[in-house]
């Protein structure tokens, strides 16, 4: 009986041809498919930019239209109540001044008050004595009196006073041309009442900027003017004789 031989030759296997089960018949792969991405927009045509344009512009403009009513509203609004303001001070009705720090009192004589009128301000001059011995200096004496019907608010600092002795023409003595510090003395001087300010005078002269003078005034019988100024009011002449 004849054996198998195994050593003969056979036609290939399928699936094992080559050098090794790797390299066996693999099928042919497919191409990867690309993701599908969005669909690109188209540009906006002309007519649909033209459109959005012409909204985007009524509609800044609806806006201007509101914004410009409130305005006009708000002026007439507040016009309104100005106007209202205005006639409330001209029927008379006082408004009271904001609160705040005190102030120095303006230097003038002119009085202030409701109802408070300078012409009805007088000012006099006197003297103490109407001769004065040898040795006796005068008391000059200056009185502003308030003639209203109201009180009236004076200023009867050294700053607005000036008591001034003449003889003829010559110009004998003045408080002001050796004032070192002038004052301001602000006073209430009811109606009817007076304020006064006395002066001694040590029968000296002067002369305007405090120069000093030896010469004394003359005696012997001589008369002096004495003549009383506050603010811009002046008095009528005071005389008196010095012996």
Request: aromatic content about 6%; glycine content about 12%; charged content about 15%.
């Amino acid at each position: 009986m004849g054996r198998n031989d195994n050593s003969g030759t056979h036609g290939p296997r399928p699936g094992a041809s080559g050098s090794g089960a790797s390299s066996g018949w693999k099928p042919p792969r497919q191409p990867a498919r690309k993701p599908a991405g969005k669909a690109a927009r188209k540009p906006a045509s002309p007519v649909y930019r033209r459109r959005r344009l012409f909204v985007g512009a009524a509609l800044l403009l609806v806006i201007a239209v509101a914004f410009g009513g409130f305005a006009a509203v708000s002026s007439v609004v507040t016009g309104g109540q100005s106007n209202s303001g205005g006639g409330a001070a001209s029927s008379g009705q006082a408004t009271l001044p904001a609160a705040g720090p005190e102030t120095t009192p303006s230097p003038s004589a002119t009085p202030t008050g409701n109802g408070c009128e300078q012409n009805l301000l007088t000012v006099t001059a006197s003297t103490d004595k109407a001769a004065y011995t040898d040795g006796e200096n005068p008391l000059l004496t200056l009185k502003v009196t308030n003639n209203n019907k109201v009180p009236c608010q004076v200023n009867i600092g050294t700053s607005q006073m000036e008591f001034l002795i003449t003889s003829g023409s010559d110009r004998i003595f003045s408080s002001t041309d050796c004032q070192a510090d002038a004052t301001e003395l602000v006073k209430t001087i009811a109606p009817g009442q007076s304020e006064t300010a006395n002066f001694p005078w040590q029968r000296n002269r002067t002369v305007q900027g405090c120069a000093p003078i030896e010469a004394k005034p003359g005696a012997g019988g001589a008369y002096y003017v004495f003549t009383a100024r506050l603010a811009n009011k002046t008095s009528p002449k005071a005389v008196f004789q010095l012996n």
